[in-house]
């Protein structure tokens, strides 16, 4: 059984940052696409970023290029989000979400509908 635990949320102000955690287990990890979600306030989640566990091309969400990076560490079978130069507009439930087989274009990692396995979700806030 996949499990996928997030961490690193938190209150920050605007233009600080965070990194988020996300500790998998349960598997091999090194066949999976990994994604971060959020869901902000009323609103529907969207995609943040995304990347093949085994390395390679990384993909982001318009709002978050040039601001969030993600990363994954094989040895610690932890994915990390650092979240640089935050926004009020960033604040949501950050959740992380695996699929067991990469996917092989931008757009199907940017739809939740195509991950198998989710965190419970880590808070961020961002005061202005």
């Known amino acids: 059984q996949v499990q996928l635990v997030e961490s690193g949320g938190g209150l920050v102000q605007a233009g600080g940052s965070l990194r988020l955690s996300c500790a998998a287990s349960?598997?091999?990890?090194?066949?999976?696409?990994m994604a971060w979600f959020r869901q902000g306030p009323g609103k529907e989640r969207e995609f943040v970023a995304a990347m093949p566990w085994s390395g390679g091309s990384t993909y982001y969400a318009d709002s978050v290029k040039g601001r969030f990076t993600i990363s994954g560490d094989d040895a610690k079978n932890t994915m990390y989000l650092q979240m640089n130069s935050l926004k009020p507009e960033d604040t949501a439930v950050y959740y992380c979400?695996?699929?067991?087989?990469?996917?092989?274009?931008?757009?199907?990692?940017?739809?939740?509908?195509?991950?198998?396995?989710w965190g419970q979700g880590t808070q961020v806030t961002v005061s202005s």
């Open positions: 979400a695996a699929r067991p087989r990469n996917l092989y274009n931008t757009y199907a990692y940017t739809q939740d509908h195509n991950y198998n396995y």
């Open positions: 349960g598997r091999t990890f090194s066949t999976y696409a």
